[in-house]
T-cell receptor, first 112, second 113 residues
Framework: GENVEQHPSTLSVQEGDSAVIKCTYS??????FPWYKQELGKRPQLIID?????GEKKDQRIAVTLNKTAKHFSLHITETQPEDSAVYFC???????????FGQGTRLTINP | KAGVTQTPRYLIKTRGQQVTLSCSPI?????VSWYQQTPGQGLQFLFE???????NKGNFPGRFSGRQFSNSRSEMNVSTLELGDSALYLC????????????FGNGTRLTVT
């Protein structure tokens, strides 16, 4: 079936440290993996995405890695800042990228 | 460029009633998707429309329906509302091509009493 598992559900790190969130997916045909950040009361915002033809993508302090063989992908945030506090969702495409299946979310708290 | 616009932002309805939510995509986007967000189930896919045709559908009962107009604006309808339909309904738009990013609106918060 269509499933994306995300861990951990909550994560608390000290400001300046790194945070890692991991996801696994069930459909080997999935080929698009976006990450969204959702602050309280706001819409999910796309922060980075990766397609199955690459293994890693970086954008400043954010990076995503993909292991297609193992069917898992991870979000890495370095030098965390208080404004990184939010809920982060991973997702994987099914039946093409216009149908995303989301993980359950990770509530990230950055402690000053 | 204006983002995805959803109206209304908040709705309170009674069990058994029906409701219609509206979504205007980013200019030039032809695909509109709808998601339901609840604390227990997270973000769940409802359906996707492209050029006025439903292209993908999630696992929701037939009480949930939608449509898309020629200007790409979309509406979602829920009939015979149940308490469990209380949720944040999010609309997302994209250019409709494979692996194109989805951009979400601010959502409509529906409360069923």
């Amino acid at each position: 079936g269509e499933n994306v598992e995300q861990h951990p559900s909550t994560l608390s790190v000290q400001e300046g440290d790194s945070a890692v969130i991991k996801c696994t997916y069930s459909d080997s045909a999935s080929n698009y993996f976006p990450w969204y950040k959702q602050e309280l009361g706001k819409r999910p915002q796309l922060i980075i995405d990766i397609r199955s033809n690459v293994g890693e993508k970086k954008d400043q302090r954010i990076a995503v890695t993909l292991n297609k063989t193992a069917k898992h992908f991870s979000l890495h945030i370095t030098e965390t800042q208080p404004e990184d506090s939010a809920v982060y969702f991973c997702a994987a495409s099914f039946q093409g990228a216009q149908k995303l299946v989301f993980g359950q979310g990770t509530r990230l708290t950055i402690n000053p | 460029k204006a983002g995805v616009t959803q109206t209304p932002r908040y709705l309170i309805k009674t069990r058994g009633q029906q409701v219609t939510l509206s979504c205007s995509p980013i200019s030039g986007h032809r695909s509109v998707s709808w998601y339901q967000q609840t604390p227990g189930q997270g973000l769940q896919f409802l359906f996707e429309y492209f050029s006025e045709t439903q292209r993908n559908k999630g696992n929701f009962p037939g009480r949930f329906s939608g449509r898309q107009f020629s200007n790409s604006r979309s509406e979602m309808n829920v009939s015979t509302l149940e308490l469990g339909d209380s949720a944040l309904y999010l609309c997302a738009s994209s250019n409709g091509q494979s692996n194109s990013p989805l951009h979400f609106g601010n959502g409509t918060r529906l409360t069923v009493t």
